[in-house]
């Protein structure tokens, strides 16, 4: 009985150890596995769309407001209403506040609009004034609870027509933080008044002095619309016909006009981008257009929007370069204006809305529509990135044609990101190529020489030293390629040169030498001693080609190589190149093709080269047409590991390189890899930013390429591996 | 084996000598980077003799001459010498190119003295008084330098206590200080109230008075220690005839080389090569040793090793000895082992996506509210750093166990089933026994891979400096989530980051042969291991 339930609980334990290991093992591969989850999951954000939802609308007073602006926590909004009246509405529709900008016997207001991102309210009088009000929205906290109190300022008035006449198309902007003023209007007789009020504050006595100037430009063609950027330096107007104008404030009594022609249907809304460099142009039959000047002409960059109908509103966010347009039947789109993506559309909440403002944050668009203001909120948390935006050449804002550039942050605030990938990864490829195109050749001749031509006895030192070699790490290779040899390569970049001529003729004639020698005497040697007399040959080479490369620049490059490169060829030689990479990522990926190719070749089976030098053939002839065919596929594999390697090397490339992220395949310059790119960057990015999760991207890419890369070598050597079997 | 067939093919000779090239050129390059690593690694520890120049102009320098060159674009082929002259207080250049065609005359001065120091770099000159404030110790140079050695190792006996001081009580009672502030800052969190809170504020309060006082009175007799520390200095006297007086208690070391035989300069550079080995950086990591990056090092390997020699095997005994053979496995197989071939780089981005910022920020939230918005976990540290390397690592365990659990015969797991015992006590007894060196050498591979392993680590936990290390006599004594340095990231950093690149170049030169030596060293020791498995077991391979 005893040994019976002894042997009960020796099988329950032998049963529990099986779940359990069962169940160790497959959560360590299920781990292994889950990185790639996980790498998919912080990438899958990037490409989604936009979350679009409709919130409570906020009902006001009065008729429907051309012009508005909400806060930041959408709590108030501000109209002005047809007529001048200014009226803050809470959410709850309590109105909390209302002035009117036609003040009592005096002129009525003509037209009326919201400066974008100012928070200002702006309208034009029949008697050729403009009214600015800044709306502010002062926070205060109380047990906690934030309390928002909304503030009118000051209502600004500036005549901007003494003749005082009604106005046509006006644009209005109020610096918060100077109190400078901008206005621009067109007047009766269809020129463009331009008035400056600038405050300064006297650092002697604290007074406020204002000075106002009045310019006047030459008339023009009836505008629609007109917008003007916050410091008053560039003035974009549309006139009918689809006829663009632009005006350059910046510099001189008489400003250079340009214009340009936006197609037959009619410009029906202007607006600026984030950063005011980039105007979006709204046409009559539902067309959005990006414009900014390129090579100092207006261009149309990209159509990013088709809505079915005239565009009516155009609200662009004051957080990214997203922008949302409706048309005149309540469709409505958002859109990403640097990657041209559409990220959300549908029905608007306020189909017959005149205009659409954003939230300071940008999260939120107000519609105003008769009796009440309706809100979208909007969670679009990526608009930079899309599949193009990422790979394809974009027109970035002041370029002058589409480029492929990286460069993730600026110094401002409103800087357009520029993300795409393919320099990094042209940059990557740029190091592997180089890195194989010495390491291929060294590891697989080498490595054939060792497993055909050498004693098992010289075989057991040779390879363990290779072996060794896997193991430097590469932050060591990067430090010596960085700091020890790049500098010796620029002087020396002729003698390097020099030696891929000078160093088979040592070896030539190291064998030359070495058969000269008396055969009993080589008889006693292990077969492939030789290599260390060709050793010996070939540091003696290496040391005269570099000892003669000042010779010989001296002789033929007006004594400095990278000078002469510069002044002859136009090339710019950086120390830290591609052929610095190259040679160190070489000893990177050199050990691992030799290793596995010298696998490939010994496990050759012995018989077929055997049956070659039986009939006849030369040992030449057995390892090129007979071991060389068989170990192929071993080989190829060999340098697919090798790939892999190279691909993903990052602490080589962020030393040996100058980490400049240009496409160039020049062997002179430096470049950034995508490996190298994560390296430096993701420790300033924000978890969740669009900046993070590219660079997880970048980071699933190149999981993606090694794992593909070593699945064939993999099965390529599994395959071969049978074949040799069945031999 | 080798057929010198006869010359009927020519080519076939010459491709072949040029085969034998290629690998001669592998062997070559292999030796000249070690011999590269290991002349300028060395150099760092080795003491050169000091030159006095006379140049033409009548202008004096001392210093150490590092490297001669031919002047690049000079018509006459005229030679240069780059000197390190030290001295950074009074010239404020580490090196000069001097033209050798200036020299006027060059000597070895048998009473030049280097000066190691604590700021500033090394001082080249001659001792000319020993002073304490206005009180002369010790006039002219034999005076001093016989009154400079007890008075030294005294100041040096000093240092050790303001050490101990900083680390012991100051520590501490900041430390203390900390932990209330935080404890204050639960109790605000906290949902108590009444009276019960008042006493546990009340209670922090007092705790917290006293560990301030503990404090301040610690801080007084640092600061008394270390006056007493500066009182006496050293006069020197520079090559152009500059003064300058050093605390003594600044001098790390008075060398001068000119006067040491073959036997002194090997000593003095094994005692360098000690303090490298076991001392702390100085002057933002460009002198003194590198002790905390080698601790760093060595604990995130250890605790790796930790990590990933449990579950690697595990996983590897799941896949050779439970699992059925099939497409699952073989799938699994290459996915385990092209795992290993994956850029470390992204295991460094899924280690900061999910260990710092997944895990680590649930734990902040969860555990170390108290600390927010300062992070506790929520940050890199050395935990998250050796799970990253584990992750990194694991394949490299399972595959070596695999073939260890291969290379053991089949009749070994026979026999024993046969005797009646069940799969899990052939396993544990007989089978992972056998395997034993295999599933060893794997660990050891991974430990010398995780230990050369620098880009992940950069995302995940490491610093240029970190004031503490992350085992100290504080509760609880090991502090995972501690930034650590670490060996080849201060190669990285102090070789591309640093100011003064031409200065610490033999110091990263030094740390950078350390690193390797660590590396092969573990490496050689995984191989050896492994041919001795091999030889006892005989060939076998695996999939």
Known sequence: ?727 | MRVGSSSRDAIGHVMTWLCGGTLALDLLLITGLAAVLAVNGASHFWPRPLVELRLAGGAKLLGAVVEREAIPDDPNGGYRIRVHVGNRDLGGQDFRWIDEREIASRGEPADAVALERLEWGAFYGRMVALRRAETVLAQGQDAARAAFEPLHEAKRAELAAIEELERGEIARSSAEIERLRLAARRLELSESSGAERAASEADLAGRSAAANAAYERAAARLSALRESFLAETVELEAADGTRKEIPVGHVVRVVRPNELGMAGRFALAFSRAAEFVSGVPRESNTEGGIFPAIFGTVLMVFLMAIVVAPFGVLAAIYLREYAKEGLLVRGVRIAVNNLAGVPSIVFGVFGLGFFVYGVGGSIDRLLFAEALPAPTFGTGGILWASLTLALLTVPVVIVASEEGLAAVPNAMREGSLALGATRLETLVRVVVPAAAPGILTGVILAMARAAGEVAPLMIVGMVKLAPALPVDGAFPFVHLERKFMHLGFHVYDVGFQSPNVEAVKPLVFATALLLVLVVVATNLAAILLRNRLRSRLGPRSIG
């Open chain 1, 1 to 727: 009985m005893e040994s019976n339930r002894s042997a009960r609980r020796r099988r329950l334990a032998d049963r529990v150890a099986t779940a359990g290991v069962a169940a160790g093992g497959l959560a360590v591969i299920a781990s292994i596995l889950g990185i790639l989850a996980f790498l998919l999951i912080e990438v899958w954000p990037l490409l989604r769309a936009a979350q679009v939802e409709a919130l409570p609308a906020i009902p006001i007073e009065g008729s429907a407001a051309a012009a508005l602006t909400i806060d930041e926590h959408l709590t108030h909004v501000a109209t002005l209403d047809p007529g001048g009246a200014v009226r803050v509405h809470a959410r709850d529709g309590a109105l909390v506040f209302e002035r009117s900008l036609a003040r009592d016997g005096e002129a009525p207001i003509v037209r009326t609009a919201a400066p974008p991102g100012d928070s200002t309210l702006a309208a034009t009088t029949a008697d050729g004034r403009i009214r600015v009000v800044p709306v502010a929205w002062r926070a205060s906290f109380h047990d906690g609870v934030r309390e928002i109190a909304p503030h009118l300022g000051d209502t600004i008035t500036l005549d901007m027509d003494p003749g005082g006449r009604p106005m046509g198309a006006f644009a209005a902007r109020l610096d918060p933080e100077t109190g400078d003023v901008f206005a621009a209007a067109q007047l009766a007789n269809g020129a463009l008044a331009i008035v400056r009020r600038a405050r300064e504050t006297s650092f002697v006595t604290g007074e406020v002095s204002e000075t106002t100037t009045r310019t006047m430009l030459a008339p023009a063609p009836k505008l629609t619309a007109l917008v003007a950027d916050r410091a008053g330096r560039r003035l974009y107007g549309a006139a009918q016909e689809g006829h663009l104008l632009s005006w350059d404030l910046r510099a001189s009594e008489t400003p250079a006009t340009a214009t340009a022609d936006a197609g037959d249907s009619p410009i029906t809304t202007l607006a600026l981008l984030l950063g005011e460099r980039s105007l979006l142009v709204g046409q009559a039959d539902g067309r959005t257009s990006v414009w900014f000047e390129a090579g100092g002409v207006l261009t149309r960059v990209r159509e990013v929007a088709q809505l079915p109908d005239a565009v009516r509103a155009i609200a662009a966010s004051p957080r990214s370069r997203v922008f949302l347009a409706q048309d005149a039947s309540g469709n409505a789109g958002l859109y990403a204006a640097t990657s041209g993506r559409e990220l959300w559309s549908g029905a608007s909440p306020s189909p017959a809305a005149l205009a659409a403002a954003f939230s300071p944050r940008g999260d939120a668009v107000a519609f105003s529509g008769a009796g009440e203001v309706a809100i979208l909120g909007i969670d679009a948390p990526h608009p930079e990135a899309s599949f193009a935006s990422l790979f394809l050449p974009v027109w970035y804002e002041g370029h002058p044609k589409p480029d492929l550039v990286w460069q993730s942050s600026g110094g401002t605030d409103d800087f357009e990101p520029k993300l795409s990938l393919t320099p990094l990864l042209a940059g990557t490829l740029k190091g592997t190529f180089y890195s194989l195109a010495l390491a291929v050749p060294l590891a697989v001749l080498g490595a054939m020489y060792t497993s055909q031509f050498m004693h098992p006895r010289l075989q057991r030192f040779v390879k363990p030293s290779v072996e060794l070699m896997a193991s430097l790490p590469s932050v060591v290779l990067g430090f010596l390629a960085g700091l020890w040899l790049a500098p010796r390569v620029e002087t020396a970049f002729t003698g390097l040169v020099l030696c891929a001529l000078v160093l088979p003729l040592c070896a030539v004639t190291g064998g030359i030498s070495w058969s000269l020698l008396p055969a009993r005497w080589r008889a006693r040697r292990a077969a492939g001693s030789e290599v260390f007399w060709y050793a010996i040959l070939i540091g003696g080479g290496l040391w005269l080609s570099v000892a003669a490369s000042p010779w010989i620049d001296t002789a033929l490059f007006a004594g400095s190589f990278p000078q002469w490169l510069h002044d002859a060829a136009g090339l710019r030689y950086d120390q830290r190149n591609a052929v610095v990479v190259g040679i160190a990522m070489g000893f990177a990926v050199i050990p691992i093709i030799f290793a596995i190719s010298e696998d490939a070749f010994s496990n050759v089976p012995q018989h077929l080269a055997a049956g070659s030098l039986a009939l006849g053939a030369s040992r030449w002839q057995t390892v090129t047409r007979v071991v060389l065919p068989t170990a192929s596929p071993g080989i190829f594999s060999a340098v697919m590991v090798g790939f892999g390697r190279a691909v993903g090397e990052t602490m080589i490339v962020l030393m040996a390189t100058g980490n400049t992220p240009i496409l160039d395949w020049s062997p002179f310059n430096g470049f950034r890899t995508l490996s190298a790119n994560v390296a430096v960057e993701i420790p300033e990015a924000p978890a969740g930013a669009t900046l993070y999760r590219t660079l997880f991207l970048a980071a699933l890419l190149l999981f993606a390429l090694t794992f593909v890369v070593n699945t064939l070598a993999e099965l390529v050597r599994q395959r071969l591996r049978r074949r040799f079997a069945r031999l």
